[in-house]
C-alpha cells in the first residue's frame, strides 16, 4: 500500500460523522432540558393543588364553625304567617339562604329564600314568612347556610 492509498484509507475511518463525545453531550443536553421541562411541570401542577386543598380545608372548617340555634319559632293566630328567630352561637358569622318547612304528615313543603340573612357571631336575627300553616300539625324546619351547613328542628303548629 502506498502513502496515497493509506492516507485515503485514514481520511475514510476518520469521516464517519458525528463523534461520540458530541453524540454524548447533545444526549445529555437533551435529558437535562427534558429533566427542568419535568419540574417546572410538576411544580406547577403541586402549587394547583396545593391551592385546591387550601381552600377544601378552610370550607370545611368554616362549616365547623358554622352553628346556629333556632331559639323561637311562632304562629301568627291572625293570620298565615310563621315567625322565627334565629341565633348563631358559632364562631364565625353565616348566611341564611334557604327555609325548608316540610308538613310531617303530609310530606308537603315550603320553601322561602332569604338573601339578606346574614347573623354575627353572638347575633340574631328574627324572620317572618308567609305560610298556610294548618292547626296541630307537625312541621319539619330546615335552615340551609350559604356554606351548605343545614340546622333543623321540628315544631307542632298550635
Do not use: C
Amino acid at each position: 500500500m502506498n502513502n496515497y492509498q493509506l492516507r485515503m484509507h485514514l481520511d475514510k475511518k476518520t469521516k464517519r460523522g458525528l463523534s461520540s463525545i458530541v453524540t454524548g453531550a447533545i444526549l445529555l443536553s437533551a435529558v437535562a432540558v427534558m429533566g427542568v421541562v419535568i419540574v417546572i411541570w410538576a411544580n406547577s401542577n403541586l402549587v394547583k393543588h396545593q391551592q385546591n386543598l387550601d381552600s377544601t380545608v378552610s370550607d370545611n372548617f368554616n362549616k365547623i364553625n358554622e352553628k346556629l340555634l333556632i331559639e323561637h319559632v311562632w304562629f301568627n293566630r291572625n293570620g298565615p304567617v310563621i315567625n322565627m328567630t334565629l341565633n348563631n352561637i358559632g364562631t364565625i358569622g353565616l348566611n341564611v339562604t334557604t327555609i325548608k318547612i316540610t308538613n310531617i304528615t303530609s310530606s308537603q313543603t315550603y320553601s322561602f329564600i332569604h338573601t339578606n340573612g346574614g347573623i354575627v357571631p353572638g347575633g340574631s336575627i328574627s324572620l317572618t314568612d308567609t305560610f298556610g300553616w294548618i292547626a296541630n300539625t307537625p312541621y319539619e324546619i330546615l335552615i340551609s347556610s350559604a356554606r351548605d351547613t343545614q340546622f333543623e328542628t321540628q315544631v307542632v303548629s298550635p
